[in-house]
């Protein structure tokens, strides 16, 4: 099957060196004006100018006309927790009224609300959740996702959250890429006997799941009151023993030491990094580890807090940007969204937002080879966004900018469709 798209205001493939964009890298799109693309069988065989790619159309190719609108690369979410049940609504009026996080989880809310609600939930239950978050990253113009489970806290738990993932993989048009956040909370049952509870994610979780092919990644919640940094490290050299990368939440309540750690095991990301100090980033740059920054959790947390993005880009780390979508810290699925904070909070400019969620993103995944620019040979997940400049994404925030989302060539989702 053929395809073709002309008619683009501004194609935003972001060509350029194999590898994630550093420095001034970041704010180079390879825009083309005027531009299109040519697709065979979900790959991406050809883009230019439009009058150069018109000729080459052939008989029988499906032609779709982006009415003078940007077409881009589908966003790469690399930090989410998109299989859940129930909501936490309550908590988000708690905050309202002055209570913090850190309080609510205090008193039993926070992750372990919703680790019951979860572990009450069926497999069938979590996927048709899944499959409603799904539809909302499509509709926001995600192609690729990464899931992490956590909300189980068991073995069997962790185990059905991981099936919902792959399930929704094959059962929805996103792509998703499985990490296992056994380690995300100590669970109400271990509370006095911590160190159990560790030796379970060890021994018993991490097997399981390797023997699987469960998830491509392994991640820890390293803070001090959640998992320690050594606890941290016992874990993920464990999961790399078991074939998995590693990722890490760290220095996201306090500078805990959770970006050097990631630093000296050469973990793929360290996410958050809202206390990351001058040390940590030199840490993560001679490590070649990317930083993933979540700018919605701080906002949906009130606080002001947000990472040292402009720091990291003058180190030359290859910065990303994500939703950690969730129900507790980060309820949006928005990538726009997050490059409106990007931009307003990070003080990063609409085009380093864009590298930061595409195509740096992907190659956090391992998937630069495959997503992330529109490029020939690449898979044709590509987004219509209905404005006419990509800075418009970010500077109009709070709508839904997408007209149609593609991926591999096919319409994953269609604005009134």
């Not at 740059?285 to 993933?292: D, I, L, S």
């Not at 940007?321 to 400019?349: C, E, V």
């Not at 900018?401 to 593609?406: E, G, I, M, S």
Request: with cysteine; net charge negative.
């Amino acid at each position: 099957m053929s395809l073709a798209v002309v008619n683009c205001s501004q194609l935003v493939t972001l060509a350029g060196p194999l590898r994630p964009r550093v420095l001034g890298e970041m704010r180079e799109l390879a825009i083309i004006k005027d531009g299109a693309m040519l697709m065979r069988d979900g790959v991406i065989e050809k883009v230019g100018a439009r009058v150069e790619i018109e000729p080459l159309i052939e008989a029988g190719c499906e032609v779709i006309d982006a009415g003078g609108r940007v077409v881009m690369p589908g966003f790469v979410d690399a930090h989410a927790h998109p299989v859940f049940a129930g909501t936490r609504a309550d908590e988000y009026e708690q905050r309202a009224l002055g209570a913090t996080y850190q309080e609510i989880a205090a008193s039993g809310g926070g992750i372990r609300s919703t680790v019951r609600r979860t572990r009450a939930a069926t497999l069938n239950e979590l996927v048709n959740a899944g499959k409603r978050y799904a539809e909302w990253f499509l509709r926001n113009g995600t192609t690729t996702v990464e899931a992490k489970s956590g909300y189980g806290l068991t073995l069997e738990d962790e185990l059905k959250i991981l099936r919902a993932i792959k399930r929704l993989n094959e059962e929805t048009p996103l792509s998703y890429v499985p990490t296992f956040l056994g380690a995300h909370d100590v669970p109400d049952e271990y509370r006095a006997r911590r160190a159990g509870y560790v030796a379970l994610v060890i021994e018993e979780m991490l097997p399981r799941v390797a023997e699987e092919k469960l998830a491509e990644y392994c991640d820890v919640f390293c803070e001090e009151k959640v998992f320690t940094g050594d606890e941290s490290w016992r874990i993920l050299t464990a999961a790399r023993c078991h074939g998995l990368g590693l990722r890490m939440h760290a220095d996201q309540l306090s500078l805990s030491g959770g970006a050097k750690l990631a630093a000296e095991l050469q973990a793929a990301t360290a996410d958050h990094l809202e206390h990351t100090d001058t040390e940590g980033i030199k840490a993560l740059k001679a490590a070649g580890v990317q930083p993933v920054l979540l700018p919605g959790s701080v906002y949906a947390l009130g606080s002001t807090r947000y990472p040292a993005a402009r720091e990291m880009i003058e180190a030359g780390l290859a910065v990303v940007l994500a939703t950690d979508f969730n129900p507790g810290s980060s309820p949006t699925p928005s990538m726009p969204m997050i490059l409106s904070l990007a931009s307003t909070h990070l003080k990063m400019t609409p085009a380093e937002g864009i590298t930061a969620a595409t195509i740096n993103a992907a190659y956090s995944l391992g998937r630069g080879d495959q997503l992330g620019s529109l490029e020939a040979g690449k898979r044709a997940d590509f987004v219509i966004q209905d404005c006419a400049d990509y800075r418009e994404i970010a500077y109009f925030f709070g709508i839904e900018h997408v007209r149609q989302t593609f991926v591999e060539g096919r319409s994953a989702y269609r604005r009134g469709a």
